[in-house]
């Protein structure tokens, strides 16, 4: 462990992270051991939104709850079982060491700084390490039905990225899994009237009352009228803005309103251009293709990733005359097995991903458009059986046969990096705190503890510390200096001045009656964001993605189209209203990915990478969190940096090769 | 392989749940049959969009056949004529050139048509409420190891778990019960040590809300089982009625 401090010099560091004192695994018990606490007697007083049901959300809302507070729970689909976190299929990693192997708190903690290409926050990441055995102790005691040994105890498998096994899983519905947990927690807390939910609804603004959040202007899905909302605070668990590239693996209501919300209500954005391509998706097979499906990571522990070692063949299968099964052993390029011997198929996803594009582009790919590889798993097949094959992943084979009509126990899949998670988001201290006091985020819609690059069956990870450890302790920290204020009432003229922009806004939406509709538009930004801000980027393609992204933005603001009515269920007009916003972080990723003039893990840079074609970080300038700030519609946003310091691990170029 | 196809679609329209609703006739050319069900909804509803008429409103978001929020009676199939998918799964190859497809919400006392295909199932969410969860707050749990559990009851609990609250086993139901979805939660956590302390206050609390919302009762047809999408057995309705029994006797 390096004790010297590294760190970059950044000028005039404005942003303070307010990291508790002390050696990095003491830091989250002394914080706990002297923060403020909110006694219960006063929590019954004391109001608290969440917004979104998703693992941070229903976690938090649930947890909160049943410490007394009163909590008002919103979510965008019928039912908080509904959210995105259902789909997350691989796993959850903890430090239980179970498996023996070696593992430990700091072992997931340095894999987790190094995973994310050393651009996360020391402390936060390693009190994420910490809490991670909690995380499984408490899905156990839900009746989380996790994978099990013979002899009763809990099974582990791998992910990327990790040389131990410390992921527990659900067969491939780990997500599913564990988002029942909480929302059957959220649900005990429902039945008890602690909690009040609001489904069927999306957050529009956050309200600002003298400097602090106060509340939320949110629109009832069903009869498409906008309402108003107290509380002592607000927190954000909306998830990730993956939907910018119109086809992503994110669900289709997935959205970033909330986050552009925050960030115009002078919450930092962090990191925007930190988005993770997951490499094991289903290729795009069509023009009318709405959405994305990923493969889960857990694949790549049996499943090994190839294209022909001859571009004659790779040709020929493109045209339909010859398959991958003709294809011996010796004519097929184990790409990662030859390019990173000690991770081979487990590699992080951000070089995963980078290396398919790297032998697509070279021509190596396979199907019929050529962005294509192989995923194979004939050799585990012939060494476990496919009894064995079928017992891991029969509910992704399925999935995969359903959708491409092929069967992968017979003929390799074929897979394609595609969008699916993003590291950056809502800036937050320590506290989970954006810079507006008293507003919130947790989960995907924060930035904090992936870095660059986020590691696989960490999300869940990430999302469920928030939810349940971390959250409801700091939010107390604030709390506790509001229990003076009474439940204030929603008309005064800062609510009235929210919900009016609100109805402002939809007005002129539906007020245009262009040619165009939402979708064909929002597919435009999706092919600039894939084309120019996709896995590789560039000065003039991301340049030339700033002056594409404004014509969209003209062209949605001048021609869009909206059927039907303003208050009313419009399906139309809630996709057009995060169209809108999709256009604002569009434009700060593309902003974002020009100013880094680095490669650090999802984001890679032509111009910056090594011979061998691996990410170049430039820790002498880049060593920082970037955190735009809105300075007014029209006006370019402000670029604050919030240094990143390395007391104790000492930054390397990351290495899966030995 | 990909090739393209022109059906007949039939769909129930209806502008709120106490409107009277109908079926409209859409002829749709060229569809591809690598298209999804719903992205094949997508591109009628973009026709209808650009033909400045009102899109069909139905439920979906993820897409990938977790989440279950899609749902649509299809040619009088929950969720189609494919087994063991949800409609976002199903794929246009499923059908013949020249089809009429007859497109209809879930039809169930219950669950409430909202507009169109979208139907309100508020009513699942109620009864998990009751009792679907094991009463311990966040923290102080015992280690994840500490009790085992044998394989086979976890994984019959997985399986149980795999519920993902759909509806179809209701809309499936002559008499919309909503017994096997009761039944998978009930069993889930009965299965598992952590559930057991609980698990007759649980059986008899979820039966009486689901009697409560306007469900019916399960005649033993397993339509439920025949069309749930993640293939959940009806044996779980027999472990079901066990607790219920015992529950009862004990009283």
Redesign the interface.
Same mark, same amino acid.
């Given at each position: 462990m390096a004790k010297k401090k590294e760190t970059t010099e950044v000028e005039e560091t404005k942003i303070d992270a307010r990291i508790p004192e002390g050696p990095l695994a003491e830091k989250w018990s002394n914080y706990k051991d002297h923060q403020k606490l909110v006694n219960p007697s006063n929590k019954r007083r004391l109001d608290i939104i969440v917004v979104g049901t998703g693992l941070a959300g229903a976690s938090a809302a649930a947890s909160m709850a049943e410490m007394g507070f009163n909590v008002l729970n919103f979510c965008i689909q019928d039912s908080p079982r509904r959210a995105h976190s259902i789909a997350a299929q691989g796993g959850i990693n903890a430090a239980k060491n179970y498996p023996n192997d070696g593992d430990s708190v700091y072992r997931l903690f340095y894999d987790t700084i190094k995973g994310g290409d050393y651009r996360a926050r020391e402390a936060n990441v390693y009190r994420l390490a910490e809490v991670s055995n909690g995380i499984i102790d408490q899905c156990v005691a839900q009746g989380v039905p996790f994978a099990r040994e013979y002899g009763g105890l809990l099974d582990n498998r791998s992910f990327g990225g990790a040389q131990v096994s410390r992921t527990f899983y659900a067969k491939g519905q780990t997500g599913q899994q564990l988002l029942l947990g909480a929302y059957s927690a959220l649900s005990r807390q429902i039945g008890k009237g602690a909690v009040k939910l609001y489904s069927r609804y999306e957050m529009l603004d956050v309200v600002i009352i003298e400097g602090r959040a106060r509340g939320i202007i949110a629109r009832n899905l069903v009869t498409g009228k906008v309402e108003r909302f107290f509380a002592h605070a607000v927190v954000v668990g909306s998830g990730g803005y993956g939907n910018t590239f119109f086809l992503s693996t994110n669900a289709m209501a997935s959205n970033g309103s909330a986050a552009i919300q925050m960030y115009k209500k002078g919450a930092y954005f962090a990191n925007p251009a930190y988005a993770q391509i997951h490499p094991t998706c289903i290729p795009v097979h069509g023009e009318f293709q709405s959405k994305l499906t990923l493969m889960s990571e857990s694949l790549r522990n049996d499943g090994r990733i190839w294209v022909p070692k001859k571009k004659e063949d790779a040709e020929a299968i493109r045209a339909g005359k010859k398959k991958a099964t003709d294809l011996s052993e010796d004519e097929r390029d184990y790409y990662l097995e030859r390019r990173y011997p000690a991770f081979g198929n487990l590699v992080p996803r951000d070089v995963a991903s980078r290396a398919a594009k790297e032998r697509c582009d070279a021509g190596f790919g396979v199907g019929n458009t050529g962005l294509a590889v192989y995923l194979d798993f004939s050799e585990a097949i012939n060494r476990l059986g496919e009894s064995v094959i079928r017992a891991r992943y029969g509910n992704l084979f399925q999935m995969y046969e359903k959708i491409v009509d092929d069967n992968p126990y017979r003929t390799p899949m074929m897979i394609y990096p595609a969008i699916h998670y993003c590291m950056g988001g809502i800036w937050v201290d320590y506290e989970l705190q954006t810079s507006v006091k008293g507003l919130f985020c947790i989960g995907e819609a924060n930035f904090s503890d992936h870095g660059a690059n986020r590691l696989g069956a960490s999300a869940l990870m990430q999302g469920l510390a928030d939810g349940y450890f971390i959250l409801p302790y700091t939010i107390q920290n604030y709390l506790a200096d509001q229990i003076q204020v009474p439940r204030l009432s929603t008309d005064l003229p800062e609510f009235d001045e929210a919900e009016k922009a609100v109805n402002d806004k939809i007005k002129k939406l539906m007020s245009i009656q262009g040619k165009k509709s939402v979708d064909s538009i929002h597919r435009e930004l999706g092919l600039i964001m894939w084309d120019f801000v996709g896995m590789g980027r560039n000065k003039a393609g991301l340049e030339h993605a700033l002056e594409k992204i404004k014509e969209v933005r003209k062209e949605f603001w001048s021609n869009v189209y909206i059927p039907g009515k303003e208050v009313d269920l419009n399906n139309e007009l809630e996709k057009a209203l995060r169209l809108a916003d999709f256009i604002e972080i569009g434009e700060l990723m593309a902003r974002d990915a020009l100013m880094r003039e680095e490669s650090c893990g999802g984001h890679f840079r032509e111009e910056y990478q090594t011979p061998e074609g691996e990410a170049l970080r430039n820790d002498e300038d880049f060593s920082f969190a970037s955190c735009w700030k809105f300075k007014g519609e029209g006006e370019e946003p402000e670029l604050l940096k919030e240094a990143l310091e390395y007391e104790f691990i000492h930054r390397q170029q990351r290495n899966y090769k030995s | 392989m990909?090739k393209n196809i022109n059906v007949t679609l039939k769909i129930w329209r209806q502008v709120g749940p106490k409107e009277k609703g109908k079926f409209e006739t859409y002829k749709l050319d060229n569809v591809?049959t690598?298209?999804?069900f #719903?992205?094949?909804m997508?591109?009628l509803n973009?026709r #209808?969009?650009?033909e400045?008429? +009102? &899109?069909i =409103?139905f439920?979906?978001?993820?897409?990938? *056949?977790?989440? *279950?929020?899609c749902s649509l009676y299809i040619n009088g199939h929950p969720h189609g004529p494919?087994g063991?998918?949800t409609t976002c799964?199903l794929?246009m190859?499923n059908f013949k050139d020249g089809q009429t497809i007859v497109i209809e919400p879930w039809r169930s006392a219950a669950f409430p048509i909202?507009?169109d295909l979208?139907v309100?199932?508020?009513a699942?969410?109620k009864i998990?409420?009751?009792g *679907?969860?094991?009463?311990?707050?966040?923290?102080g +749990? &015992?280690?994840?190891?500490s009790? &085992?559990?044998?394989?086979v009851d =976890?994984?019959e609990?997985?399986d149980a =778990?795999?519920c993902?609250?759909c509806g179809a086993c209701a809309a499936a139901c002559k008499n919309s019960s909503a017994m096997l979805f009761v039944a998978a939660k009930v069993s889930?956590?009965a299965l #598992?040590p952590?559930?057991k302390v609980e698990a007759a206050h649980r059986a008899k609390a979820m039966v009486a809300k689901m009697d409560e919302l306007g469900f019916g009762n399960c005649t033993n047809t397993g339509a439920c089982e025949a069309e749930c999408p993640k293939n959940v057995s009806i044996s779980h309705i027999a472990r079901l009625n066990r607790e219920f029994l015992s529950a009862k006797f004990k009283d």
């Open positions: - | 990909e591809s690598d298209s999804s #719903l992205e094949m997508d591109v973009e #209808l969009i650009s400045r008429k +009102v &899109p =409103a439920d979906h978001d993820c897409r990938e *056949g977790i989440c *279950g929020m494919d063991e998918i799964q794929h190859r909202i507009r979208m309100d199932r508020g699942f969410d998990i409420q009751a *679907g969860y094991v009463s311990i707050n966040t923290g +749990v &015992p280690d994840a190891n009790i &085992p559990i044998s394989k =976890a994984d609990a997985m =778990a795999s993902i609250g889930q956590l #598992l952590q559930g």
